[in-house]
């Protein structure tokens, strides 16, 4: 985020932060402690399939006990009901967690509340070594990123890519079969392995949304996903948790309106058109295979083609007496479903306790995400009841647990693998058609709401499009069996899989202003004609643009020349460090060999850059950049922390003003109103070249 400029000393252990470099999301790191406990931190993440090694950890692991240090956290209650769950027996080591499972979910968050509510950086470090040799390793995994994210004094730290830390989740079983094979065949000595891997749409030809796959199973696009359901679980409390400052609602509605968006947009790419509506009482059309694996060995479940939805068949003769209802599941999501609905077209929410909220008083998409997502701030969490973890459950075509513990949750029932299923896009569609509904009845902006008198956008340039696919290679060591006297370092295996990237571009906007302005400019990018080429009308496309770029800018009087790199972005960050790079570097910066220099990107989540622009076509595909000057409008919510160098969850930071998300196309457009002189629809065309194309022709500069 650019207007960030200044560092501030939050805490002691990043006093020593320094900026650098252009982009101004770089920062260097050389304090002692920082680095020490960045390590100890990353030491917890390796191989957490297999219990921990190293000796003095596993000392800490045997002796450390958390009812007799009850004081050394801050909140006995949460201890007391840790500690009571834990008597009665937690998700054993070895068994498959997804914290869509109630009693998985139980565990998860009192598991996540010891880490938060631990008094100082050596509980939690004690408790973490405790629970990485006691506690489910998904379980674990899940509770301490969680903590560590949502904690005063670790949220500065690097989260290690999830897609190396858990490769189960993000590559074939044969890309695993193969390492694990690698691995048999060692003899000793350092040595790398590569494995080629290819997406599930090159060998299974189960319907044509397959041959999305490139797209829907990015380690990028999914690590994204996971890293967002970190920072806003949809289990918090906002008020327990400070989440209030960020729209969370809202932000529900506008990370899945996005996700639908952007997706749209590869789509189009590919000659497919928007995602396909289906109905519950009609066999779902789009069957799924996932070609994943869990590490006990376990395939996911799959769902065929023309899969029947409904309780009377596809859960025919299997335990329906599970607590979560999940038996259920077919009629759970049309109750909710319906209840929404009827809500929105009423204009009021019931609260438990039978009050009424009115929805249309100002623009309540807060209360109606909340509701929606029936996280713990929803007025009414069991009336509006939790839709899409049910739809997961119903569509992922997941099998009725008999035992609790004994679970096999589908793709769509972890957040590391949820997009790659097509179903994903189908479900959520159907959850935004009810925010979609709900702001078809605002009144559409007025002509003053969207104009900024004096300003005019004079012309729009950018450089030439074209994305490419290139190698991305990623260490999956992790998903192979180490023996406790095996040298870690030494034994390396990659997968080397081909990703979506663009060339980087830059682009330009002549903006005449008739005096000084303070201003936010707001960047989309958007479909111009749908799958067969006929051109799409404002309604038709409008809800599929993808925001690129928002940020503050001081418009001087007279002619101005706003020029923004791809690198800059505000929502896109590149990919995350290695681990063994990580790691690497932060002992050469223990050494004072080489300071630790990262991207501050690197300390929160963002989409990933590679996707910043759908594939487009060989030929060339036409899109448009949609860019808007309005006048700065101060966030409504309490400045607190308003200069943290890092995003930091509860702070707003997701957001620079106070327009709605998604402003202007998230309501109804009247198109006399919408031609305002202060915004600019411009075509662009995105090629798609091999990268030897792409190489041979930079030579001669004329792509
Ligand atoms: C302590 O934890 C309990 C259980 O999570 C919670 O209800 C309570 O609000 C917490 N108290 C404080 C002071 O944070
Ligand atoms: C990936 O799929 C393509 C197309 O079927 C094939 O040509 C290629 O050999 C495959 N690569 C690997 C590593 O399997
Ligand atoms: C271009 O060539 C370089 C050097 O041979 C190679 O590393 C790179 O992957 C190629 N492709 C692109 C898109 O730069």
């Not at 005063?152 to 094979?181: G, M």
């Not at 099998?399 to 029932?413: G, I, M, N, R, T």
């Not at 101060?634 to 998300?661: K, L, S």
Request: hydrophobic share 35%.
């Amino acid at each position: 985020m650019k207007i960030v400029v200044i560092f501030l000393c939050l805490c002691g252990s990043i006093s020593s932060l320094q900026e650098y470099g252009v982009g101004q999301r770089k920062f260097k790191v050389s304090d002692k402690l920082f680095l020490e406990r960045q390590r100890d931190l990353l030491d917890l993440y390796r191989n957490v399939n297999q219990l921990d090694f190293d000796e003095n950890r596993q000392k800490i692991a045997k002796s450390y006990a958390i009812e007799a240090n009850v004081d050394a956290y801050v909140n006995s209650t949460a201890v007391k009901q840790f500690v009571s769950y834990y008597k009665l027996g937690l998700l054993p080591r070895g068994e498959i967690f997804s914290i869509f499972y109630y009693e998985h979910r139980l565990q998860a968050i009192s598991l996540f509340k010891l880490f938060y509510y631990a008094r100082d950086f050596d509980t939690l470090y004690k408790t973490a070594v405790w629970a990485r040799n006691n506690v489910n390793e998904g379980l674990f995994l899940y509770a301490f990123s969680t903590a560590l994210v949502h904690r005063d004094d670790t949220f500065t730290f690097v989260l290690p890519p999830i897609y190396e830390i858990y490769p189960f989740y993000f590559y074939n079983s044969e890309d695993l079969e193969k390492a694990q094979r690698y691995k048999q065949a060692y003899s000793g000595g350092a040595k790398t392995y590569t494995i080629y891997s290819n997406y599930s749409g090159y060998y299974l030809n189960l319907n044509k949304e397959q041959s999305l796959s490139y797209f829907l199973e990015d380690v990028g696009l999914n690590a994204f996903y996971y890293y967002c359901n970190i920072y806003y679980p949809f289990w918090m409390d906002g008020d327990e948790f400070k989440l209030k400052n960020d729209r969370r609602g809202e932000q529900y509605y506008y990370l899945y309106q996005q996700l639908l968006a952007r997706y749209y947009l590869e789509r189009l790419s590919n000659d497919f058109g928007e995602v396909e509506f289906f109905n519950y009482d009609e066999p779902f059309k789009y069957g799924y295979y996932s070609s994943l694996r869990y590490p006990t060995g376990l395939a996911f479940p799959n769902r065929p083609n023309y899969a029947p939805l409904s309780e009377t068949r596809a859960n025919f003769g299997q335990s329906w007496t599970y607590k979560s209802a999940f038996g259920y599941s077919y009629s759970r999501v049309q109750d909710f479903e319906r209840r929404i609905s009827d809500t929105i077209d009423a204009g009021f929410a019931f609260t438990k306790s039978g009050k009424l909220v009115d929805l249309y008083s100002s623009d309540q998409i807060n209360v109606l995400g909340n509701m929606i997502e029936s996280n713990p701030d929803s007025v009414n969490p069991r009336y509006y009841g939790p839709w899409d973890i049910y739809g997961r459950h119903l569509l992922g075509y997941s099998y009725q647990p008999l035992d609790k513990y004994k679970v096999a949750p589908s793709a769509l029932e972890h957040f590391e693998t949820a997009l790659r299923d097509p179903a994903f896009y189908q479900l959520y569609k159907k959850i935004l058609m009810q925010f979609f509904k709900y702001k078809i009845y605002l009144p559409p902006y007025t002509y003053n709401e969207l104009n900024f008198p004096g300003v005019k956008i004079e012309k729009f340039e950018v450089d030439k499009l074209f994305t490419y696919f290139d190698y991305f290679d990623s260490d999956v060591t992790n998903a192979v069996y180490t023996p406790p006297n095996f040298q870690w370092d030494n034994f390396k295996v990659k997968v080397r899989q081909q990703r979506l990237n663009h060339k980087p571009f830059t682009l330009k906007i002549y903006v005449n202003s008739d005096k000084v302005n303070d201003a936010v400019v707001r960047l989309f990018l958007g479909p111009k004609y749908d799958e067969y080429g006929r051109k799409l009308t404002m309604t038709e496309k409008r809800l599929n643009f993808v925001e690129l770029d928002t940020f503050r800018y001081k418009l001087q009087s007279g002619e101005n020349v706003i020029e923004r790199t791809s690198r800059d972005f505000y929502w896109y960050v590149p990919d995350k460090t290695s681990y063994r790079d990580l790691y690497k570097k932060i002992l050469g910066a223990l050494d004072n060999t080489e300071s630790l220099q990262l991207d501050s990107s690197e300390a929160f989540y963002g989409f990933p850059n590679r996707l910043l622009l759908p594939k487009g076509k060989r030929e060339g595909q036409v899109f448009q950049f949609y860019v808007i000057i309005n006048p700065y409008q101060a966030p409504g919510r309490q400045e607190v922390q308003q200069d943290y160098y890092f995003h930091r969850v509860g702070t707003g930071m997701n957001y620079i003003d106070n327009y709605a998300f998604g402003f202007p196309f998230d309501r109804t457009i009247v198109s006399y109103d919408f031609k305002v002189p202060n915004s600019k629809f411009q075509d662009v065309t995105i090629y798609h070249k091999s990268s030897d194309d792409l190489n041979s022709s930079q030579a001669q500069n004329e792509p």
